[in-house]
């Protein structure tokens, strides 16, 4: 048996009150809102005499009972305004229970509520509705954390306390978080904006949003470890996408010169402040580019989401003050790992690859071929100090199994990714439209994951059989929502982003019971 608390246990007992009342706490009518508290802060004008009958709706979060007259406050979704409730208007005549009953002693703190009155300003120059018509509209059973405030009598300063701020409680319980934590709800209105307008730039030059598959048969288009699954009617395996760039490629091959998808994918690995097994990523892939024209559009669509969100290119995130304002600074891997490590990698094997990796404190496994040495040097020396919005480009081949080879450099791929506050945001190739070549990278990621690389691809005969068909020369893109979101909205973790991020199993505490007498 669930326990319950004892303002759980009043708040049933106030329902069935109510019930006995002939009051229904969760009725079916529809009560018919006409403005929103922002748009009544916004607009009402006392000389103009407006807003004179409005219809408002949504929690109650205080109430101050003073005889026949009451103040209290209403909270929708654009935020708060003050309720001026007087019994002889709401409850005319001798029939005082709905003033006396319902609003003095059965209604609580987060229950919803609707109002219909006038608006009028207080003697202490307050925007209020005086309420003519009150009706319950969804009883709460369980009380809302209730954030308290005091000040602090040598600073004057405004202290919080007993609020709802402990991590693990706010992402399993986003609804709570989302009613008493108001910067919350902001976090994500900008997450909202943030797609918006990547998804306005994209269409403004004429690319096409798609959807490709989440269930697919064979997993590609990133190192990354699946979830599996299994369709009972076909009988066979499936896997969640860890991403969709094969499938967005095979729709290039068909004719589309330029096609897009914001997609859920799923990676079965490790969780951090910056890993969620569920995320999303926008794809962008365009017909007749290369990656160097993909680093202009990239800077110009951050920049433009920057503005945005933010009427300017610079973004507080922590202590640090990025400026989004293109051209961004460009390195090449091998310039920026000698840049921070003072070793210049480039022309050595993987022996002596495991032995700069040791001297520099890397950890390694002996499943790691050369590319996974380098990458691995890349994420502890360097990675962790752009923080300015940074283009690593020019990639060992090995590390990249889907980019063109380069046109100048031999051993290397035409591949960038854009480095922000410490952490990837994007990555992007030339992409390899060689069916030949591709067929021999498949086959050396065979060879990895042999050796016990989990994360190696696998070979996509129908993605090679597409190739064959001819693709033409591409840029292709990819974007994480949730990291840029992190860094948009100034949020110290992944979870922060997310409505409803991963969670282990929550322990429910159970009532405990007495052994019986004997």
């Not at 935020?79 to 005319?92: F, H, K, S, T």
């Not at 269930?215 to 470890?225: D, T």
Request: some cysteine.
């Amino acid at each position: 048996m669930v326990h319950l608390s004892e303002q759980e246990i009043l708040r049933r007992q106030k329902l069935d009150e109510l019930k006995a009342l002939g009051i229904e706490p969760y009725p079916s009518e529809l009560f018919d809102v006409n403005f929103s508290a922002q748009e009544i802060h916004d607009n009402y004008h006392p000389e103009l005499n407006n807003f004179q009958e409005v219809a408002l709706a949504g929690r109650l979060m205080s109430s101050r009972v003073m005889g026949k007259a009451s103040f209290a406050e209403l909270m929708d979704s654009s935020g708060r305004i003050q309720l001026y409730v007087n019994r002889d208007e709401i409850c005319p005549g001798e029939d005082k229970t709905l003033y006396n009953n319902v609003f003095k002693k059965l209604l609580d703190l987060g229950d919803f509520i609707g109002v219909k009155g006038h608006v009028f300003k207080t003697q202490v120059g307050e925007t209020s509705v005086h309420v003519t018509e009150l009706k319950l509209l969804a009883k709460s059973l369980r009380p809302l954390p209730v954030v308290k405030t005091k000040k602090d009598e040598k600073t004057g300063e405004e202290i919080v306390y007993d609020s709802f701020s402990d991590p693990e409680q706010r992402y399993r319980q986003r609804y709570v978080d989302l009613v008493v934590n108001p910067h919350v709800r902001d976090t994500f209105i900008k997450r909202t904006q943030l797609v918006q307008a990547m998804r306005n730039y994209l269409n403004d030059k004429g690319y096409l949003e798609v959807e490709t598959p989440i269930l697919q048969p064979l997993y590609g288009g990133a190192a990354a470890r699946p979830f599996k699954t299994h369709h009972n009617t076909l009988d066979m395996t499936l896997y969640l996408r860890i991403a969709n760039e094969l499938y967005l490629k095979r729709l290039i091959v068909g004719g589309f010169d330029g096609v897009y998808e914001f997609s859920k994918d799923f990676r079965n690995e490790g969780m951090s402040r910056f890993h969620n097994p569920e995320f999303t990523q926008m794809e962008l892939y365009v017909a007749y580019k290369d990656y160097a024209w993909m680093m202009d559009l990239v800077e110009e669509m951050v920049e433009r989401v920057a503005l945005a969100l933010h009427g300017k290119t610079q973004v507080q995130v922590g202590e640090n003050l990025i400026n989004f304002q293109r051209p961004w600074q460009r390195y090449t891997m091998f310039e920026a790992i000698e840049k921070f490590t003072g070793v210049a990698i480039g022309d050595m094997d993987e022996a002596a690859l495991r032995e700069t990796a040791a001297k520099l404190k890397v950890g390694l496994d002996p499943s790691m071929g050369k590319s996974k040495i380098i990458d691995e040097i890349f994420g502890e020396h360097v990675e962790p100090k752009l923080i300015q919005p940074t283009f690593i480009t020019d990639y060992p081949v090995e590390m990249s199994p889907l980019a063109k080879k380069h046109r100048d450099h031999p051993g290397l791929v035409e591949r960038f990714e854009a480095i922000c506050n410490g952490k990837e945001i994007c990555n992007a190739f030339s992409e390899l439209n060689d069916p030949i070549d591709q067929r021999q990278r498949f086959e050396d990621q065979l060879e990895l994951g042999k050796r016990g690389d989990v994360e190696a691809m696998v070979l996509d005969e129908d993605f090679l059989r597409a190739l064959e068909y001819g693709m033409p020369p591409t840029a292709g893109l990819g974007i994480g929502i949730d990291r840029l979101s992190m860094i948009m909205t100034n949020s110290h973790s992944i979870q922060d982003v997310l409505f409803f991020p991963q969670m282990r199993p929550e322990v429910v505490a159970q009532e405990k019971t007495q052994p019986s007498a004997s």
